[in-house]
């Protein structure tokens, strides 16, 4: 064969640092419009990037020969910086150490997106450490509740 050919769906979730450090709602497009160019310029595919202040999901059309842990290694430190840059908060801004990571199949790219743009209103209801630990035991992903995102919302 000579050439790649894949449909590679992930869905990585992370949180910010500290109560804080929460992204101001008003700047939330702008954050997420940045993750985007940063996910496509390192030759993957945002489906969508959103969230709220205190985390964010980013659904990525994954392309094959990359590291998944490098490309969020690459969304966090750039965004680190463009956050602190924009002199939004008074503290340094900082994401929490690690994330989630979950595939999905062809299928499920439109419940997926729709979840992720619900956001919002989905946290009316259930925090964002409730809602990893169901992405977590939905995915059979062991878990020590030490390394658990705290309770910030």
Known sequence: MTATFSQIFI???FSVK???NLIPQENLEEVFEYM???IRNKGHKPIIVGGVSSHVHAFIGFKPGGSIS???RDIKNNTTNFINQQDWMTDKFSWQ???GAFSYG???VDQVYNYISNQ???HITKSFREEYVIFLE???VDYDEKYLPPEIE
Do not use: D, P
Request: proline content about 0%.
């Open 70 to 72: 490098g490309l969020v």
């Open 120 to 122: 919002a209103e989905h």
């Open 97 to 99: 150490n690690g994330f």
């Open 36 to 38: 985007a160019g940063i």
């Open 138 to 140: 939905k995915f059979g």
């Open 18 to 20: 500290s109560r804080n």
């Open 11 to 13: 869905q990585v979730v």
């Open 106 to 108: 062809k299928s499920q």
